[in-house]
């Protein structure tokens, strides 16, 4: 079986709670992300994804240069450990509805797993049964 690790992007990209959405989105756009840990101090404390952009600010009507990320991120954060098996990884992904899983080694993140990354898994056994 495969674990996380072997899937998830490593390049792990946060943005300061007190930074505004735009920024956010901006920095979304720039990296080609749909994700980012939002960070207080030196801890995560909770995710924006394009998602939350659009259900907050678009369906709400807010002005993106004077929302903060603290005011429309998600604070909750679920995690998987990198050495999970994916099967497990998807089962939370599933149960939660989830588009994005956070990856760590101990406490320390390493990574981000997202239903793309699904793909490339469900892709390698899709070929293995052929």
Not at 23 to 28: D, I, M, P, R, V
Request: cysteine-free; glycine content about 4%; hydrophobic content about 40%.
């Amino acid at each position: 079986m495969d674990q996380v690790s072997e899937y998830m992007v490593k390049d792990v990209r946060d943005i300061a709670i007190e930074a505004s959405v735009r920024e956010a989105a901006e920095k979304l756009d720039s990296y080609g992300i749909g994700s980012l840990l939002v960070k207080k101090d030196n801890d995560y404390v909770g995710m924006v994804s394009e998602m939350e952009i659009t259900r907050q600010l678009v369906a709400k009507n807010l002005d993106s240069s004077n929302t903060s990320v603290g005011d429309i991120m998600n604070p909750k954060i679920d995690y998987v450990d990198q050495e999970d098996l994916m099967p497990q990884a998807i089962a939370i992904m599933r149960e939660k509805r989830l588009r994005y899983l956070v990856v760590r080694n101990g406490e320390t993140v390493v990574g981000i797993l997202s239903v793309k990354d699904l793909l490339a898994y469900y892709e390698k056994w899709f070929k293995l049964t052929l």
